[in-house]
Nanobody, 123 residues
């Protein structure tokens, strides 16, 4: 049974950078990973995703050019580097995993989810 654990959230100021991490365990196949976020009173939205190999990444328009997803050499750890943070980036950030992704489905239908880490950006 897959298990995902996020870490690295916190309180930062607008314009700052923050990196959150997700460590996966118990997954028996190669898997793609993604980051989602959910702000109070809003629906969960996809932020970005990365393929197993790391060769393919996808991002929501709202974070393109500011956020970067990458995998550690060990492959079971994925990072979300967030730069030029804005107050509207405030949310609980979740990581998720599934066997594969493409340009058409990177933002949906994930099988495994973490518990989330809070990111708060003050103005």
């Amino acid at each position: 049974q897959g298990h995902l654990v996020e870490s690295g959230g916190g309180l930062v100021q607008a314009g700052d950078s923050l990196r959150v991490a997700c460590v996966a365990s118990g997954l028996t196949v190669d898997f793609a990973m993604a980051w989602f976020r959910q702000a109070p009173g809003k629906e969960r939205e996809a932020v970005g995703a990365i393929s197993w190999s790391g060769a393919h990444t996808y991002y929501a328009d709202s974070v393109k050019g500011r956020f970067n997803i990458f995998r550690a050499a060990a492959k079971n750890t994925v990072y979300l580097q967030m730069n030029s943070l804005k107050p509207e980036d405030t949310a609980v950030y979740f990581c998720a995993a599934k066997p594969s992704i493409s340009g058409r489905n990177w933002d949906r239908d994930y099988d495994y989810w973490g518990q989330g880490t809070q990111v708060t950006v003050s103005s």
